[in-house]
Nanobody, 118 residues
Framework: QVQVVESGGGLVQAGGSLRLSCAAS????????MGWYRQAPGKQRDFVAL??????TYADSVKGRFTISRDNAKNTVYLQMNSLKPEDTAVYYC?????????????WGQGTQVTVSS
């Protein structure tokens, strides 16, 4: 069993910054990828950023403003969010792709709310 726990959400004014954290624990042989997704009210869950191996990928809407980073020793991924906009308001979810040797499974956290006021 794998647990994924996000933290760091909150309320911030437009132009401000927040840093999200996501820690994975439990039965983990290795982690292939860690990423962030977000879901605004009434909308689908959208991709935000991903780190896999030594590479990172971002949604166009956050390029240049958000930075994803990973601490392999702690099985933790961070999302530094700068120059926040009201349209960044959403529940942010962490996704972890875990290698269990025999299988590879995706795990989601419970989500953390980010609210950006104008």
């Amino acid at each position: 069993q794998v647990q994924v726990v996000e933290s760091g959400g909150g309320l911030v004014q437009a132009g401000g910054s927040l840093r999200l954290s996501c820690a994975a624990s439990g039965s983990i042989f290795s982690i292939n990828a860690m990423g962030w997704y977000r879901q605004a009210p009434g909308k689908q869950r959208d991709f935000v950023a991903l780190t896999r191996g030594g590479s990172t990928t971002y949604a166009d809407s956050v390029k240049g403003r958000f930075t994803i980073s990973r601490d392999n020793a702690k099985n933790t991924v961070y999302l530094q969010m700068n120059s926040l906009k009201p349209e960044d308001t959403a529940v942010y979810y962490c996704n972890v792709e875990v290698d269990h040797i025999a299988t590879v499974n995706d795990y989601w956290g419970q989500g953390t709310q980010v609210t950006v006021s104008s």
